[in-house]
């Protein structure tokens, strides 16, 4: 299938022009990305970046996850886990997909700010849908610039107000006790623009045991300066309040998807309090060089009940069945740009530095009260972990774009990442010793890509790169050993990747195609995955190699097609052993699938969306099966759900209105949406809703 893939795009790239000058005019207007050295127009960047407008992904849509609207995006493997307690699954190119907790292996950044920590652990809990300007998604060798855990980076941007105020209130809800309620005011006055935003998102859950409520406050103010420069603030506010229904077995799966028997016996939730500001300053210093200053701070508490059995607690290394986690960070990233030529050929050259920093206190208690025999569950109990971690990094890096003729250019760069951990036990309790210990990691991350211009709608580019994967303090915090302290023999990965690629504006839309291998050595992976709670090793070597094709068409008439397709062989290159001493059972051999990743995904859309009046279409989102373990011996089934949708915009005098009615799996397929790889108990499965249904309205008034 893949040669046939591959084959059909270099056909379409190499066909005559006249082919194309049969169908209408493009009426695609040009996408322009953010890079490290400025915005840039998505065609001329060597490398796969996708933008998806935060209109596209609000339109007809509960506004809620952006696991809604950016199924335009190939390489990107994002699912609703149906499970607010653990954020969103998000991986690309294979990377990030063993995660149980958070995202991480994928770099995530609000309006400039990193929503990853240094240590690699990241959120996307804080983006707050009804004020997205545009999501960007960069995948390949380049993303190596943003530093550690950036197998690929996505970036999402809150809309700057315009003109006079503008108040907008929307609405949602659906099946299972869906609700939002959203407002916004916006609006800009001389040199000053701002924006402040509010959503409450709640629901019942599809499954048992999964009630959840979402507070996000979302602001953002800008000043022009009278020397031209610019400063942006920026700040926004996260509750979460969340039932955790865990996992399901084969047969539980089978018996009653919608079940959650064990998170209701010990009452699994999650809590989430989180505030954050920053500041963005730029000032052009003159036609050639401009300065950036970002500076950033933020606090995050969490609590986590997990369902750990009492009788497991009584070991005196044990860290409880509640996990506490108060976390103050903050960072700096400055950065200069300069235009000059070389050999009298446009030259531009980027340097920057950038430092986080993360505080993380780190207890645990017991998840009962009373006996072991007879206890009170899903309660806070005795004291049981209590440490002060640390994570810092100072990464200088540099990029250069050359256009060394009209029709070629080479682009170069590179960062020295370094990243410093350090732990303090402040729990040393009878055989609990002192677990205190700190470990450092650093590495170069070269890049490097020549484009190649063939026309003014048809370019090819070639990238390579060297990424860089520490563990995360997650991955860090329990050891496969059972003993007490952190993991630092847990060692970080490194990739090095190559990417060819091709970008056509042709028949009006674009077309983008992509062929990439990533080889990983000490790539990291779960040990063991027991009641929430999982441990982390290294397996050797890992090879992912792929495919990607996008197509984005949209007619005069205002029919758009929207087609991605990813296909992905991710696997172990040496075998490796779960457990010591290895047993049969828990020998992975080589050449076993990465579990967590689908081999296949494919989303099309087919719809009539004109800029005001009655709008309508249709969805298909398609995987193929995913392996739930490293031995390759369970897995999920593939899929494919449609949805339809409808609705009417309309704008008069200074008034805007949009409603829309949608319905998801319209034919009531039953499918695992996503898995908990390596589950300890089996509980690998996480079941998607059958059909289900949205209505909502928005209305807006610019005063």
């Known amino acids: 299938m893949k040669r046939t893939l591959a084959a059909s795009a270099c056909l379409l790239f190499a066909a005559p022009p006249a082919v194309w000058a049969q169908v209408e005019a493009p009426t695609l207007s040009e996408v322009i990305v953010t890079t490290p050295r400025g915005p840039a127009p998505a065609f001329d960047v060597a490398g796969s970046v996708d933008r998806v407008e935060g209109e596209d992904i609000r339109e007809s849509r509960l506004g809620v996850n952006l696991s809604e609207g950016l199924g335009p995006v190939p390489g990107l493997q994002i699912q609703n886990r149906q499970n607010y307690a653990q954020d969103l699954q998000l991986s690309i190119r294979g990377f990030g997909a063993r995660s149980t907790f958070g995202v991480r292996g994928v770099r995530l950044y609000v309006d400039g700010i990193p929503a990853t920590m240094p240590d690699g652990q990241g959120q996307t809990s804080n983006i707050d849908i009804g004020s997205l300007d545009r999501v960007e998604v960069m995948r390949g060798p380049f993303s190596a610039l943003y530093g550690n855990s950036s197998g690929g980076v996505v970036q999402t941007f809150t809309e700057t107000g315009e003109g006079p105020p503008r108040l907008g209130f929307s609405m949602a809800g659906g099946s299972f006790g869906t ?217 200088p890096y540099a990029q250069a774009n050359w256009k060394f003729a009209d029709q070629w250019t080479l682009e170069m760069g590179v960062r020295r990442s370094k990243v410093d951990f350090d732990s303090q036990d402040h729990y040393i309790v009878g055989a609990n010793r002192n677990d205190s210990g700190s470990a450092g990691y650093e590495k170069t991350l070269p890049v490097a890509s020549l484009r190649y211009e063939a026309s003014r709608d048809l370019a090819f580019y070639t990238s390579v790169g060297r990424g860089f994967e520490t563990p995360t303090l997650n991955e860090l915090s329990y050891r496969p050993d059972g003993q007490s302290g952190l993991n630092f023999a847990l060692q970080p990965a490194t990739n090095d990747s190559v990417e060819v690629g091709a970008k056509a504006r042709l028949a009006g839309g674009l077309l983008t195609a992509a062929v990439f291998e990533t080889r990983t050595d000490d790539e990291i992976v779960t040990a063991t995955n027991v009641g929430g709670r999982a441990t982390f090793q290294n397996a050797g070597r890992t090879k992912r190699e792929g495919f990607e094709l996008a197509w984005q068409h949209q007619t005069e008439n205002h029919w758009r097609t929207q087609v991605a397709y990813t296909w992905l062989d991710a696997r172990y290159s040496d075998p490796f052993c779960g457990t010591v001493p290895c047993t049969a059972s828990s020998f992975v051999p080589a050449g076993n699938r990465i579990p967590g990743i689908a081999s296949q995904m494919l989303f099309a859309s087919y719809g009539w969306v004109p800029p005001e009046g009655w709008r309508a279409g249709t969805e298909l989102r398609a995987a193929s099966s995913i392996e739930a373990n490293d031995r390759n011996t369970v897995s999920a089934p593939g899929y494919g759900v449609v949805a339809l949708f409808a609705g009417y915009l309309k704008r008069w005098d200074r008034w805007e209105f949009n409603a829309f009615a949608r319905i998801d799996n319209l034919f009531d397929k039953r499918y695992i949406g996503s898995v908990i790889v390596n589950e300890g108990n089996a509980r690998y499965f996480e079941p998607a809703p059958g059909r289900n249904w949205t209505v909502g309205m928005s209305g807006a008034y610019r005063f």
């Open 179 to 395: 609700s939002r309620i959203s407002s916004q005011v916006s609006g800009s006055s001389g040199a000053v623009d701002y924006l402040l935003s509010g959503s409450h998102f709640s629901t019942d859950g599809w499954r048992d045991h999964s009630e959840a409520q979402r507070n996000i406050v979302n602001g953002k103010m800008g000043f022009t300066l009278d020397d031209g420069s610019r400063l942006t603030l920026i700040a926004n506010s996260v509750n979460i309040n969340a039932q955790d229904p865990l996992g399901l077995t084969a047969d539980q799966y089978a018996l009653n998807p919608r079940s959650a028997a064990v998170a209701t016996q010990f009452n699994t939730r999650k809590t989430v309090d989180q505030t954050q500001g920053g500041l963005l300053y730029e000032r052009r210093i003159d036609s050639a060089n401009a300065l950036r200053l970002m500076l950033y701070t933020g606090e995050r508490k969490t609590t986590q009940f997990q369902a750990i059995p009492p009788s497991a607690q009584l070991s005196p290394t044990s860290a409880g069945g509640v996990i506490g986690l108060d976390r103050d960070y903050g960072g700096a990233d400055l950065r200069w740009t300069s235009q000059m030529t070389l050999a009298g050929r446009p030259f531009e050259l980027v340097a920057g530095l950038g430092y986080d920093d993360l505080r993380e206190h780190r207890t645990g208690y017991e998840n009962y009260i009373g006996s072991v025999a007879n206890p009170i569950l899903g309660v806070q109990g005795r004291l049981r972990r209590n440490e002060i971690n640390k994570v810092h990094d100072v990464d």
